[in-house]
């Protein structure tokens, strides 16, 4: 068969990749050929979807036949950078993404994947770079969002992670990714009913992802009243509230208010039983009764 013929096959694949069906996609190379199957681009279309199916194994093997199909290519050196590196293989993860963007140093997905793999490794300035080279290019793209929230959060900067992905969900209200980011950045800052509004919107833009189905009922449950009196541990973390706690039971005492700091410190015990009993308590509670 002709590329011309088999030409349809692969644009009916490539629409279900955009509309984020990659079994489907999957299913539809499967009707190709032996001989038709070897071409490059099938490669990289069948790489694209295993990479959406979180199948990272396969995914690098088919980047990696693809390049032995057609030589080096940009958009294959970043499928298997993108596989290396999920895998935690970051050696070989690198030396792909450095071939791609030897070819292609301005490339958006190779800038982002990359500056992912940097932050891994601590090198946030480095990240930085590469994100502000991607932005320059794009700075709409899906990528770029979820790359600068992803600096953001290394940074420790949740406030601006958290306005990153409002601008990402302003820019694409489609995208699944942009809303759950926004709950899970929302979250990070205490701010339980943004948290769940963002994740429920992840969940009806993606009802097929579990994860994102995962987080929305985790923040459902936060919402509860009865997790009211844990928020501040998940707002500025446990070894942050505790500091807090010593620091007003010693100011007490330190004044002299010993009844007071007894009072507080007694408070302080029955929270911390509190958290410990009453959350995965009200957890199974609820999931018998939203069966």
């Known amino acids: 068969m002709t590329e011309h013929a088999y030409a349809p096959t692969l644009m009916r694949a490539h629409a279900l990749l955009a509309a984020d069906r990659p079994e489907e996609a999957l299913r539809e190379l499967a009707v190709l050929t032996e001989s038709d199957a070897v071409s490059a681009l099938v490669f990289e279309l069948r790489a694209a979807a295993l990479l959406q199916l979180e199948r990272w194994a396969e995914a690098g093997d088919a980047a990696r036949a693809g390049l032995a199909a057609g030589g080096p290519d940009p958009d294959l050196l970043c499928q298997l950078g993108l596989a290396e590196y999920r895998l935690g293989r970051h050696e070989t993860a690198e030396r792909a993404l450095l071939d791609g963007l030897a070819i292609a140093p301005e490339d958006v997905s190779l800038l982002c994947v990359y500056a992912r793999l940097c932050l891994e490794h601590g090198q946030r300035d480095k990240a930085r770079r590469l994100v502000e080279l991607a932005a320059a290019q794009d700075p709409d793209s899906p990528t770029v969002y979820s790359t600068r929230v992803q600096l953001a959060h290394a940074s420790g900067d949740d406030a601006l992670a958290q306005r990153i992905s409002r ?96 009072v507080a410190g007694l408070a302080w015990f029955a ?19 939203w069966r």
């Open 167 to 262: 601008e990402f969900v302003a820019a694409h209200p489609e995208n699944a990714q942009a809303h759950a980011l926004l709950g899970g950045t929302s979250a990070a800052r205490g701010q339980v009913r943004s948290a769940y509004s963002g994740l429920r919107q992840a969940v009806a833009n993606d009802p097929a992802d579990r994860d994102y189905a995962k987080a929305a009922y985790e923040a459902r449950i936060a919402l509860h009243p009865l997790m009211l009196p844990v928020r501040p541990f998940a707002r500025f973390g446990s070894v942050k509230t505790w500091i807090a706690a010593i620091v007003v039971i010693y100011g007490l005492r330190a004044l002299g208010l010993y009844p007071l700091a007894t």
């Open 271 to 289: 929270l911390c039983v509190y958290s410990w009993v009453v959350p995965p308590l009200l957890r199974r509670w609820l999931m018998r009764r």
